[in-house]
């Protein structure tokens, strides 16, 4: 078959599927399987084996399945991770977390990072890239995502120490005052809203998307038992839902927090917050 032919079927399999890029998308597949770009494959033959391989991934995106999960790797910053069925897929909202993040922790000095919930293991990685003086530690329960975060800890060979362990038991393993910078982009979807999630998202791991207590359960844990761990001054940067702002707002002022800096995301979104354990004197 030639491949400007089978690239014009997959968009239109694909195309059925409103949340799929149907152009960009049947590009990066036959990128994937032929190893170079449609562009320079021009009005080539490809084999039956290959084209029959394009047309069932390009079904299974027509269905909803993730076009990460397909390709097995998904871009964060500069950075290639390996991500699969088991682990949330990276997604952009979270790298406008991570710079605000990144603000706080590059003013000081061979900072102790701690990511919750970690995942694939990105915030974790982003931070050590570019605050390579963080000492970073990632925690996270799940075996299946586990199993990512220390693949993609490996072939970044970034030096990020991989915790495996229960974040709501996790802080009783910690010193007082032994933490600088606590980040988390935990579960916070509200149990209700199950059957109404996109469809690609329905295949994201559930315990790494749904949240009791109406998705805040970690964000009070969190703030009320990790406050013990941070040091004087010592900062959370969490990542939340576009419609938690306030709701989250509320659980760090209860406990003692000053928020020093609203996180909006690239949609305008409210998106995270970062919160200091003492009343915050520096600019950000």
Not at 154 to 170: G, H, M, N, P, R
Not at 214 to 237: D, M
Not at 254 to 276: F, M, P, S
Request: net charge negative; aromatic share 10%; proline share 3%.
């Amino acid at each position: 078959m030639v491949i400007n032919t089978l690239y014009r079927q997959m968009c239109t399999i694909m195309a059925e599927n409103p949340n799929s890029d149907a152009a960009f998308e049947a590009n990066q597949l036959i990128e994937y399987v032929l190893g170079r770009k449609r562009i320079e494959l021009f009005a080539a033959d490809i084999s039956k084996a290959d084209a029959e391989k394009l047309l069932e991934y390009a079904k299974k995106r027509k269905e909803g399945y993730p076009l990460q999960y397909i390709l097995g790797r998904w871009q964060f910053f500069d950075m290639n991770l390996y991500v699969g069925e088991g682990v949330l897929i990276p997604r952009q909202d979270t790298e406008t977390v991570c710079e605000a993040a990144f603000e706080v922790i590059e003013k000081l000095d061979r900072p102790k990072v701690v990511d919750l919930c970690s995942g694939s293991g990105c915030i974790a990685l982003a931070v050590k890239k570019f605050c390579p003086q963080a000492e970073v530690a990632a925690v996270e329960k799940s075996d299946e995502a586990f199993g990512y975060l220390e693949k993609n800890i490996a072939c970044t060979q970034l030096s990020v120490t991989a915790i495996k362990a229960d974040i709501f038991e996790y802080d009783k393993t910690l010193m007082e005052n032994s933490v600088d910078v606590i980040i988390s982009n935990p579960p916070y979807i509200h149990p209700d809203v199950k059957k109404n999630i996109q469809k690609e998202v329905s295949f994201e791991p559930e315990m790494a998307l749904f949240a009791e207590n109406e998705g805040l359960a970690f964000y009070r844990y969190i703030s009320q038992n990790y406050r013990r761990v941070l040091k004087k001054g010592g900062y959370i940067v969490y990542e939340y839902g576009y419609d938690q702002q306030q709701a989250v707002r509320n659980i760090l002022t209860e406990e003692g927090y000053t928020i020093i800096k609203e996180i909006v995301d690239l949609g305008g979104n409210a998106r995270g917050a970062v919160a200091q354990k003492l009343q915050c004197t520096a600019e950000f």
